[in-house]
């Protein structure tokens, strides 16, 4: 297998976590971006530990002068980005008619906006070298919607145009660009829910269960491979059978 240079936005948190680990563990280099100095670096140490040696760079992925910045920084350290996973992302969850700009803002700054932070730096690149794979996390709440989730499954169901229009534009340079769609895996995140609230949303999964980080790093890893070229445009819905619209 190639070696290449992998990019992966919220690499410390949970699914970024792992879709690092796997890529890693491919035999990729891998680099992911980070806000908070310290806490970066204990993840670092821990990830190195099992092994995993990951290239750390300063990004904020709702701002995009720093991710100019981020991606100069991973080009100069371990070369230009063959691999982008856009994984960073943030929930600001309450019912519309009580939401702030603000909160609308926030979540469409991180989920949205950066995949156009991110991945303008790379694109060029990739189409003068002739191969890329670009990824997108989005949400099973950006395909059914979700009662508090404005903001967020706007900005997660507008992933999936941009995923659709780059993958049009980009087919011909070797470029693929697919959106996964995860269900409610067991991260922060989820976590974060209320017990009973989440207790209603196991209810609603066939396999019965929440989702493993695992088992999205898996999918996505899949979209990166050179056997994936035909497979551009797609959105990969990972929800144990939670919603299985098209
Ligand atoms: P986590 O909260 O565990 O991790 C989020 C990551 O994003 C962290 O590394 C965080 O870094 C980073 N991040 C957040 N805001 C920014 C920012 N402005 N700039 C740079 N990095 C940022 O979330 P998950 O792992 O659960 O989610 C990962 C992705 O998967 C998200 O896009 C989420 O919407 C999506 N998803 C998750 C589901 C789930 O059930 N968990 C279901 C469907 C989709 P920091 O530590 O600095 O905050």
Redesign the pocket.
């Known amino acids: 297998m190639t070696q290449r240079t992998a990019l992966v936005?919220?690499?410390?948190?949970?699914?970024?976590?792992a879709i690092v680990r796997y890529l890693a563990k491919q035999g990729h280099r891998v680099a992911?971006?980070?806000?908070?100095e310290a806490?970066?670096e204990a993840w670092r140490q821990k990830m190195a530990k099992d092994g995993i040696e990951v290239c750390m760079v300063p990004?904020?992925?709702?701002?995009p002068t720093?991710c100019e910045d981020m991606i100069n920084a991973v080009h100069h350290k371990c070369g230009p980005v063959d691999i982008l996973v856009?994984?960073?992302?943030?929930?600001r969850d309450t019912t519309f008619h009580k939401m702030t700009y603000q909160q609308w803002m926030d979540v469409v700054?991180?989920?949205l906006n950066?995949c156009f932070n991110v991945t303008r730096p790379v694109i060029e690149d990739m189409r003068t070298r002739k191969w890329g794979r670009i990824v997108q996390?989005?949400?099973?709440?950006g395909q059914k919607g979700q009662y508090g989730q404005a903001n967020?499954a706007a900005a997660?169901a507008g992933m999936h145009g941009f995923t659709i229009s780059l993958a049009q534009e980009n087919a011909r340079f070797g470029i693929t660009v697919n959106t996964v769609?995860?269900?409610?895996?067991?991260?922060?995140?989820?976590m974060a829910v209320p017990e009973e609230v989440r207790e209603k949303i196991v209810v609603q999964i066939p396999v019965g269960r929440?989702?493993k980080?695992e088992e999205?790093a898996h999918a996505v890893a899949f979209f990166t491979t050179d056997e994936a070229s035909w497979i551009t445009g797609a959105n990969l819905a990972i929800n144990g059978g939670h919603y299985m619209g098209w």
Do not use: E, F, H, Q
């Not at 936005?9 to 976590?17: E, L, S, Y």
């Open positions: 936005t919220g690499g410390t948190g949970g699914i970024g976590t992911t971006n980070y806000r908070d806490k970066a990004g904020d992925v709702a701002d720093s856009n994984n960073a992302g943030i929930t700054n991180t989920n950066a996390i989005s949400s099973i709440n967020y997660k769609s995860p269900g409610y895996v067991a991260t922060d995140m989820v929440l989702g980080p999205i």
